[in-house]
């Protein structure tokens, strides 16, 4: 079994910040990429950032700038450091993560969700 944990989400002012938490735990062998997604509804979800497992990331346009994504590998842990946060950004944040487990079986896991609203 794998457990994906989310934090940090809440209530923040426009032009506030925000950092996000996921902790993988659990059969887990090794992680490859992790990546933040966010949905509103009505909405597909969208990748917001990823990082790989040598530290490469990427982000989507509209958070470049903005939006920071980092990993601890000593603690399966992959973070999102939000500022100058919009309320465009406002929306459920998923954590995703690609890992091999002990089994050596390759998958992806999904968080629970976060919310984010970002309102004066």
């Known amino acids: 079994q794998v457990q994906l944990v989310e934090s940090g989400g809440g209530l923040v002012q426009p032009g506030g910040s925000l950092r996000l938490s996921c902790a993988a735990s659990g059969s887990i062998f090794s992680i490859a990429t992790m990546r933040w997604y966010r949905q509103v509804p009505g909405k597909q979800r969208e990748l917001v950032a990823g990082i790989s497992s040598g530290g490469s990331t990427n982000y989507a346009d509209s958070v470049k700038g903005r939006f920071t994504i980092s990993r601890d590998n000593a603690k399966s842990t992959v973070y999102l450091q939000m500022n100058s946060l919009k309320p465009e950004d406002t929306a459920v944040y998923f954590c995703?993560?690609?890992?091999?487990?002990?089994?050596?079986?390759?998958?992806?896991?999904w968080g629970q969700g976060t919310q984010v609203t970002v309102s004066s």
């Open positions: 995703n993560v690609d890992l091999t487990t002990i089994a050596r079986v390759f998958t992806t896991y």
